[in-house]
C-alpha cells in the first residue's frame, strides 16, 4: 500500500521521520511516537537523562546476572532435594528388614537379599556428586551421605558374613535376637543422619535395651 513519509523537529532541531499509509495510519503507530517523545523529553533534561541511562545499564547487569546465576541456583536446589531422598532410601533400606525380623527369623537367602538391596543404595550414594553442595561442615548433607554410604557398606558386610556362617539353617533364636537388634541400632544411627541429628561416641558397656546411636 502507498505510504506517506512526514518529517518533524525536535526541540533540539534533529530531524526524525515516520511513515504513513494512504489511509492516514501510522505505520509503527504510537510506539513511534512515544520514542519521538522520550527523545525529546531525554534531550531536554541532560541530567536525568544520564540517570536513566546509569538505571538502564544497573536493570542490565541484574538481568545478565539472573540468566547465568538461575541455573545454577536450580541445579544446587535440586541436588539438596536428590541427597535428602538418597538419605531416606539408605533408612528405608533399613527399616524394611528390621521390619521383617519383627516377625520372621533369618535365613542365609533373606540376609543376602537385605545385603543385596543394602549395595542397590550405596552404589546410588556413591554416584551423587556430594562434593558439589556448597556446605561441607562436619553436620552438612554432604558428610551425611558419606557417611550413610559408609553404615550400609558395614551392614552389607556384616548380613553377607552372618550368612557365610550360618549355610543353609535358619538362625537360632539368640542369633535372631543378635541381628534384629544389631539391625535396629544401624536404623537408629541412620534416623539420627536424616534428621540432622547430633551424633556421640557410643559408650561401652552399653545397659540392655540401650541403642548404639546416642544422640542429643
Do not use: C
Request: proline residues 3%.
Amino acid at each position: 500500500m502507498p505510504t506517506a513519509i512526514t518529517v518533524r523537529k525536535t526541540k533540539t532541531g534533529r530531524s526524525l521521520a515516520t511513515t504513513t499509509d494512504k489511509s492516514g495510519t501510522m505505520a509503527g503507530g504510537l510506539r513511534e511516537y512515544a520514542v519521538n517523545d522520550l527523545i525529546d523529553w531525554l534531550e531536554a533534561h541532560e541530567k536525568l537523562a544520564g540517570w536513566a541511562q546509569f538505571a538502564g545499564a544497573i536493570a542490565a547487569l541484574a538481568v545478565t546476572y539472573l540468566t547465568v546465576f538461575i541455573p545454577i541456583w536450580r541445579r544446587k536446589r535440586q541436588l539438596r532435594r536428590a541427597g535428602t531422598r538418597l538419605l531416606s532410601h539408605g533408612y528405608e533400606a533399613l527399616e524394611s528388614y528390621h521390619r521383617s525380623l519383627t516377625f520372621f527369623s533369618p535365613f542365609a537367602i533373606s540376609l543376602r537379599g537385605a545385603a543385596v538391596s543394602m549395595s542397590v543404595v550405596v552404589e546410588e550414594l556413591g554416584r551423587f556428586p556430594a562434593y558439589e553442595l556448597d556446605d561441607q561442615g562436619s553436620h552438612s548433607l554432604a558428610r551425611r551421605i558419606v557417611a550413610m554410604s559408609g553404615l550400609l557398606n558395614g551392614m552389607k558386610l556384616f548380613l553377607e558374613t552372618t550368612a557365610a556362617q550360618m549355610g543353609d539353617e535358619q538362625a537360632a533364636p539368640d542369633d535372631h535376637i543378635f541381628i534384629r537388634d544389631f539391625v535396629a541400632d544401624q536404623m537408629n544411627l541412620a534416623h539420627a543422619m536424616i534428621t540432622n541429628k547430633v551424633l556421640k561416641r557410643p559408650e561401652w558397656p552399653r545397659e540392655s535395651g540401650q541403642t548404639v546411636a546416642s544422640v542429643e
